[in-house]
């Protein structure tokens, strides 16, 4: 591998640890304040394309439209509160988790049925799918570069909302200690709805660049990426931000650099070395990299 | 006036608290004593809307605080330092303060606030960048008090304040109840240290196993031989 072509893929890693690590952090979010751990995330995520993919029928302007989808996804994601986990909240965690499997599987198949099974082109404008030359032989693709300048802000943005702000620095107390927080007079609800919204947000757009990264769409298309972020949180530590973003980059750069460097036939099986380090990293760290919870909660 | 009246709290099948009727009047300092598993933390977690007792009427100032939520409670002027401490660890002591407050209206008078926890407790002054869970035992104990202060209470729940402290630690804390006592806070204390709660207070109920026992004003009890053997070691 030359200069040209490590740049080239660590953009690509880069790019691809910063769409699992969208997903991730509402997954986290969401766990460390109702220790849920919400597969149907993938949903709003696939729903977030989806929009998009209806909106920009309309020739609206491309900027428009994902605001557009992100608001829908924040809709969905609200609704889904209000109505699969607020008469759930404070079962037990099994029940909490077969929730989720089944507003997840019911999503799924809401989607086939409302938009068939069959992959659509994702409208990915022109612009961004130009490649922008760097130098020195670097040459990096214009979804990668705005994947990760997009994420970089969401993430830069979250980080001023949860130091700055008293709802922020509440969801983080939530998580820490919820008795304590309702004693200090927090209204969990909100924190609840306020974790759904920044979730939504950042599932919505990282379902619009994960579409501009495949550029098809598909009913099915969340698994994978919740799957990653998923395990992305585990190797992090399970409801730990940080961690989950953390988490999120190892596995984006591990995907990329594997490929990058197996042969050919071997890379079909990436998704092996993926889960084979995740179980090495729980052998050695059980609570995950900055994880300081207790193990039995995953 | 907070008045319980026949309250009971359940865990399951777990009967802690099995009718209790005891009230705090305005600029009251009551205290609730009793051994170990007597349920007097049940009562307090049951008047701050974290368990809804089942059957029983909790009632402040003419709300049915049963039928609130525990933010709701607080927004009444309710406030709780809770057993503990339940300090969030991983935010500072600037923002465990701050958390106090977060149903104050009034929050231009934050500051100020802030200066008056500083001056009861001015090691927090010197902690209020760091990390919750840095701070020691005792420093946390002060951390949740001056939280629980940072609401500016009408009616404020301490439980335990002085567990685990040294001797010199439990009489600052004892010190401080009295002056919030003498600045007007009505205030419920739960204490193991029976002798210096019923030397602060006004009133006293003693709890055994979930019942109220023996009540009445807090000199009273201190020499009654009863409480005398059974609590104060005598
Ligand atoms: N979460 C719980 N689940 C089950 N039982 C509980 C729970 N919390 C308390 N209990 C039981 O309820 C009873 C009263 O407990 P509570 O904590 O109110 O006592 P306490 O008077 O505060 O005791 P201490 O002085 O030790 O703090 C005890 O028998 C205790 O074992
Ligand atoms: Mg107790």
Known sequence: ?298 | MLILEDVHVAYGAIRAVKGISLEVQDRELVALVGSNGAGKTTTLRAVSGLFRPRPGSIRYDGTDLTKLAPHEIVARGISQSPEGRQIFGSLTVRENLMLGAVRRKDRAKLGDDLDRIFDLFPVLKERIGQAGGTLSGGEQQMLAIGRALMARPRLLLLDEPSLGLAPLLVQRIFDVVARLKAEGVTILLVEQNARKALEVADRGYVLETGRIVLQGPAAELAANPEVERAYLGG
């Open chain 1, 1 to 298: 591998m030359n200069f040209g072509q490590f740049g080239q893929q660590f953009v690509n890693g880069l790019s691809l640890g910063s769409i699992y690590a969208l997903v991730a952090i509402g997954l986290a979010m969401i766990f460390g304040i109702l220790r849920l751990i919400n597969f149907a995330h993938g949903e709003v995520l696939m729903l977030g394309a989806f929009a998009t993919y209806f909106y920009a029928r309309s020739g609206l302007p491309f900027l428009v439209v994902a605001v557009l989808a992100v608001l829908t996804t924040v809709v969905i994601g609200l609704v889904m509160e209000r109505v699969a986990y607020r008469p759930t909240r404070g079962a037990p965690d099994v029940a909490l988790l077969l929730t989720s499997l089944g507003v997840s599987i019911a999503l799924q198949n809401a989607a086939v049925l409302a938009f068939s099974a069959q992959p659509r082109k994702f409208p990915t404008p022109r612009l961004i799918e130009q490649q922008v030359d760097l130098g020195a032989g670097v040459q990096i693709s214009g979804t990668n570069l705005v994947t990760v300048g997009v994420a970089l802000a969401l993430m830069a943005g979250l980080t001023l909302f949860v130091t700055r702000t008293q709802l922020g620095v509440s969801m983080r107390a939530t998580a820490e200690n919820v008795t304590a927080a309702q004693l200090m007079g927090i209204n969990i609800t909100t924190v609840i709805v306020a974790a759904f919204v920044i979730g939504s947000v950042m599932a919505g757009v990282a379902g619009i660049l994960w579409g501009a990264r495949v550029g098809r769409i598909e009913p099915l298309m969340g698994f994978i990426p919740v799957l990653k972020a998923f395990v992305a949180t585990v190797i992090g530590g399970f409801g730990s931000i940080p961690g989950a973003v953390l988490g999120a980059y190892i596995l984006g750069f591990g995907e990329i650099f594997l490929v990058a460097w197996l042969p050919d036939a071997l890379t079909s099986y990436r998704d092996a070395f993926v889960f084979t380090a995740l179980i090495l990293v729980l052998l050695v760290r059980p609570q995950g990299i900055l994880g300081s919870t207790e193990p039995e909660k995953i």
